[in-house]
């Protein structure tokens, strides 16, 4: 089980750093990565890290603003969020997947992230 959280409401240029907590489950195991969907909108890519850390990826629209991390032994991935725009507003989930080849098997719950203008 995935569980979000660290949402909230925040001016444009704040930050805000999001968690994902896993349970029943080692996190080292698992490819992880951030969604965002916002209203009428499709679901869309954010970032990825790998099972150790040693590589992230981002989507282009936060490149140099959002950093991916992780904490195996917290069991807990981060998504630290700055220079936040009104475009980043959107509901948040995390994910996780054990091939990196293939479609992610585990959804959070998802976590409100509002960015006023």
């Known amino acids: 089980q995935l569980q979000a959280s660290g949402g909230g409401l925040v001016q444009a240029g704040g930050s805000l750093r999001l968690s994902c907590a896993a349970s029943?489950?080692?996190?080292?195991?698992?490819?992880m990565g951030w969604f965002r969907q916002a209203p009428g909108k499709e679901r869309e890519f954010v970032a990825a890290?790998?099972?150790?850390?040693?590589?992230?990826y981002n989507t282009d629209s936060v490149k140099g603003r959002f950093t991916i991390s992780r904490d195996n032994a917290k069991n807990t991935v981060y998504l630290q969020m700055n220079s936040l725009k009104p475009e980043d507003t959107a509901v948040y989930y995390c994910?996780?997947?054990?091939?990196?080849?293939?479609?992610?098997?585990?959804w959070g719950q998802g976590t409100q992230v509002t960015v006023s203008s």
């Open positions: 994910a996780a997947k054990a091939d990196s080849a293939r479609k992610w098997d585990y």
């Open positions: 029943g489950r080692p996190l080292s195991r698992y490819f």
């Open positions: 890290i790998s099972w150790s850390g040693g590589s992230t």
